[in-house]
């Protein structure tokens, strides 16, 4: 009995202390954003004096004047566009070329395959100055065309193997109903395969989207429009060109935030399983 | 099975094959083309006239600033190797204990690797800030103005500044991965442990430990090759600077590209650098089948 008291309170302390840590750690992940978030609302006059996180007078208009003269409207919708469209065709494209590597038979399959996995595996540091290259000569600089091209690229190879090893472990019978039932090939990715792999897709469609969103250095060497900029160059833009101007900018860098930190939450049980799927690829 | 079936499975897999070739197997290729050249990538490109052999190569292992940005990749990993992970596997070890709140802690740790690093670069550059920095305000408000610095302005700062970003940045990612390894060892072991009257420490090093080798190899072969690679974190905060204080190998070869306008050279730095990293991965799976044996 009295062991059991003293290991209550043993525990009961050692508790205490791990939450302790864990929640001086969660504070120093949280706090930067608070900050962001906080000094978008400040003015140009407090930002620099005003210390307190959230401002006692919050001034919502730098999201207006950000959203209009910093042109982080039309960053904002260029982003959108991109990751939706990116996301989109990797989605397509990924689950046609693994329905194919995991159910139908042509000659030549697994070295294919093997291809799009030593992608993963082989270091390619600096590969932006061949693809800036041949960005040039396809008179594809400069074109959202060109970058949604080599966006889909970057997430083609993990997106197969994922939906690969998913669509192996789906049973085959499913699809000989189907087959019976005069469904084509075709029908049957549209019909069977993709409807069954909804929880491999998630995973896709969320890793590809943060990507995508978070996307710096192909967004620098291929545009060189203001009009075609997503978010992170021209956060790097406004940076460059006001840079005192610090109440826009984080009003910028929140508007940046804001949507991957919703759809993280929304969907962080996904999140996590892509990332240990990711890590074992790897 | 007929020509025609095994033309239309082919092209289930056309469209995927056709991008990864035009966007990923001829830039491959041209990189190694571009290394044996001398061209400005304005010109026409014409291979026999600008090939000047392994030119590009011999000037890279004199090229001292490369070194110095690849010794100073190669700190930034050290740090997140001991550092970042360390503190990992800690969060993961309380987190896997059945305590309250634990899913809320994941959610939290993993926010910092979701945001993007240009963002996460520009807040904490302007909390570095050394005239109206957060860190310094805090500094002076606590009796400690001696400390008072230009975090990234000053040369003995600047670096482990932007490490210790990166390791807030990727910290939460080794913590999920690590979790998730704690998670598959079976309960029943630490139990029969227990009964045989094990302390805490003797669990962790006879029974945790052995068993979580494999994904301790796996995510530091991954905090190798992605903190070897970290660039656009540096961009965003000091871009290579003071002087050359804070240049990685990737930012060198931007700066060949984009800042001096040498194509070839910029190319042969990425094959050295790739090479280099493939023979640390390398190393580290030998090791890791060296490890399992022993």
Known sequence: MREGVRYK???????????????????????????????????????FSDMRIIPAHPVWGNFYAAWTRGGFGVYFLNSVFYTVTVVFGIMIISSLAAFAFSRLRFPGKNILFYMFLAAMMIPLPGSFVPLYVLMTKLHLINTRIGYILCMI??????????????????????????????????????NVALPL???????????????????YILATLIFSSKSLMPLQRGLMMFQGAHITQYPLLMAGMTMTTLPIVLVYL???????KGITAGAVVG | MKARDIFKNYLFILPAVAIFSVFYIYPFFKVFALSLCQWDGIAQFDFAKSFIWFRNFSELFRDRIWWQAMLQAGYITLIALTFQNALALTLALACDRDIKGGNIYRVIFYLPPVLSEIVVGLVWRWIY?????????????????????DWLSNPNTALTCVAIIHCWKGFGWGFIIFL???????????????????????????????????????????????????????????????????EVPVTRILASMVGSSRFGYACSQGIVFGAILLVISFMQIRLSKYMRQA
């Open chain 1, 9 to 47: 309170i043993e525990r009961f302390f050692k508790d205490t202390l791990i939450h302790i840590f864990l929640i001086i750690v969660s504070v120093t992940c949280i706090f930067p954003l608070l900050w962001m978030i906080g000094s978008s609302l400040k003015t140009q006059q407090t930002v």
């Open chain 1, 153 to 190: 690229n970057v997430g083609l190879s993990f997106s197969i193997y994922l939906l690969k090893t998913f669509f192996d472990q789906l049973p085959a019978e499913l699809e000989d109903t189907a087959r019976i039932d005069g469904c084509s090939r075709l029908g049957i990715w549209w």
């Open chain 1, 197 to 215: 792999a909804k929880p491999a897709i998630a995973v896709i469609v969320i890793f590809n989207s943060l990507n995508v969103w978070n996307e």
């Open chain 1, 266 to 272: 929304l969907m962080q049980r996904h999140i996590i």
């Open chain 2, 129 to 149: 800030d050394g005239n109206y920095g957060l860190l310094n305000y805090w500094l002076q408000n606590i009796g400690l103005s001696r400390l008072v610095t």
């Open chain 2, 180 to 246: 998730a390894g704690l998670q598959t060892i079976p309960r029943q072991l630490y139990e029969v442990a227990r009964v045989d009257g094990a302390s805490s420490w003797q669990l962790f090093k006879n029974v945790t430990m052995p068993l979580m080798v494999p994904v301790f190899i796996l995510v530091s072969i991954l905090t190798i090759l992605g903190t070897m690679q970290v660039f656009v974190l540096i961009l965003s905060m000091t871009n290579g600077g003071p002087g050359y204080h804070t």
